[in-house]
């Protein structure tokens, strides 16, 4: 429902849970909005952004930022505004240089450029990413962008999506960007089941996109990983987090999904204090590849 009600069709991050991940050394956090609240449709893409949302987006990121992590800021859309596929280059060019133009001064903001892209051409999402970034450092934003392929930007998909082919020559003027891919570990790969393939499907399924990443020398960021809470998920989750931590390896890191105050008893869950993935996920696939103590 767009515009929405806060605290009825949409919430924000609790600020003490910001604060309980940053105190077991958790440094990244994944900021998801809908691009319809931030500017309604009536306004469209180029439109002014809704005042008190952007305002909102802004506590949280800055109260991220103000704790030393690293907030990135992500249009959770799929490449969809208002019920259409975005094709307007331009259009979606001149949002992205607005809400960089919002977040520039701040170092420690990540720009992630649109989650999941799917139905539309590798060659296409490759295009309209690539517009973006040079839109982005047009402004003189110079902080780390993500960029996302089709196909829900799957990592065991890379090749066969055609994402492979479509960003072998993507490039950033200011040469700080990171290509970002998510995996889940179930029967299809879609992270709606608990149950995991075998204990060692996490360094299997990004196997071939760390050799292609290597291969091109750019660098990956894993921004979706989640499995279900038992021993072949947690082994699987540990595979493919050792796996990125191999020497010459070029990932950057990965977050998990997911947290926040809304989902419930959902089983990938780490929001505290209670969440479904907290008991086992977090002190035994997550927290082992996290710093000792916090930021």
């Not at 890191?253 to 907290?278: K, L, M, R, T, V």
Request: overall charge negative; hydrophobic content about 40%.
């Amino acid at each position: 429902k767009w515009p929405g009600v806060l605290g009825t069709d949409y919430t924000w991050p609790a600020t003490s849970s910001i604060d309980f991940f940053v105190g077991k050394g958790f440094n990244t956090f994944r900021v998801a909005f809908l691009m319809e609240r931030l500017n309604p449709p009536a306004n469209g893409l180029t439109g002014a952004f809704d005042s008190t949302y952007l305002s909102a987006l802004k506590t949280t990121v800055n109260y991220i930022t103000g704790k030393g992590a690293y907030a990135i800021i992500d249009p959770h859309n799929f490449m969809r505004y208002n019920n259409g596929i975005i094709s307007d280059q331009n259009s979606w060019v001149t949002w992205w240089k607005n809400l960089a133009n919002e977040f520039k001064s701040n170092s420690k903001v990540i720009f992630d450029l649109q989650n999941e892209p799917w139905g539309i051409d590798a060659t296409v999402v490759a295009s309209m990413m690539q517009a973006a970034v040079n839109g982005i450092r047009s402004i003189g934003a110079t902080q780390l962008i993500l960029v996302e392929g089709t196909s829900w930007t799957g990592a065991w998909t890379w090749s066969s999506s055609g994402n492979a082919n479509a960003f072998a020559s993507f490039t950033d003027p200011a040469n700080n960007f990171a290509i970002e891919m998510h995996q889940y570990l179930d029967s299809d790969g879609s992270g709606t089941s608990g149950t995991c393939v075998s204990s060692t499907i996490g360094a299997e399924r990004i196997a071939d996109a760390t050799n292609w990443l290597k291969s091109k020398g750019l660098k990956g960021f894993l921004g979706e990983i989640g499995a279900g809470s038992n021993d072949a998920c947690i082994s699987a989750v540990k595979g493919a987090l050792t796996a990125m931590q191999q020497p010459g390896s070029p990932w950057i890191g990965a977050a998990w999904w997911a947290a926040g105050p809304w989902w419930g008893d959902y089983f990938q869950s780490i929001e505290p204090p209670n969440g479904a993935a907290i008991p086992r996920i977090l002190p035994e696939a997550l927290q082992p590849f996290l710093p000792v103590t916090g930021l």
